[in-house]
């Protein structure tokens, strides 16, 4: 059975940092690619960042150049490194897991979905 746990979110000023851990189990983590995706009240969920098996990296250009996105086999856990954050990255932040292994970019290409983790940056 596959699971994915997010933790780390919690209340932050503007200009602070967070980071973001999803830890894996169930599945061969390795090979996975891995994404985080957040959704704000009332909108879609949004493509924020995303890591391949490879270690391959992509983001959205809204937190490009503040986050970080990582990933441990070893532990098999993938992070979210954000700085510089800022009241409209206020959200629930998913991870997921996609088999094929390369990034995309829909939530509905990936198979495995954590149940999220809140992030609020108050201004």
């Known amino acids: 059975q596959v699971q994915l746990v997010e933790s780390g979110g919690g209340l932050v000023q503007a200009g602070g940092s967070l980071r973001l851990s999803c830890a894996a189990s169930?599945?061969?983590?390795?090979?996975?690619?891995m994404v985080w995706f957040r959704q704000a009240p009332g909108k879609e969920r949004e493509f924020v960042a995303c890591?391949?098996?490879?270690?391959?990296?992509d983001y959205a250009d809204s937190v490009k150049g503040r986050f970080t996105i990582s990933r441990d086999n070893a532990k098999n856990t993938v992070y979210l490194q954000m700085n510089s954050l800022k009241s409209e990255d206020t959200a629930v932040y998913y991870c997921?897991?996609?088999?094929?292994?390369?990034?995309?970019?829909?939530?509905?290409?990936?198979?495995?979905w954590g149940q999220g983790t809140q992030v609020t940056v108050s201004s």
């Open positions: 890591i391949s098996w490879s270690a391959t990296t």
């Open positions: 169930g599945l061969t983590f390795s090979g996975y690619a």
């Open positions: 997921a897991a996609r088999s094929t292994g390369s990034c995309a970019y829909t939530p509905r290409q990936y198979n495995f």
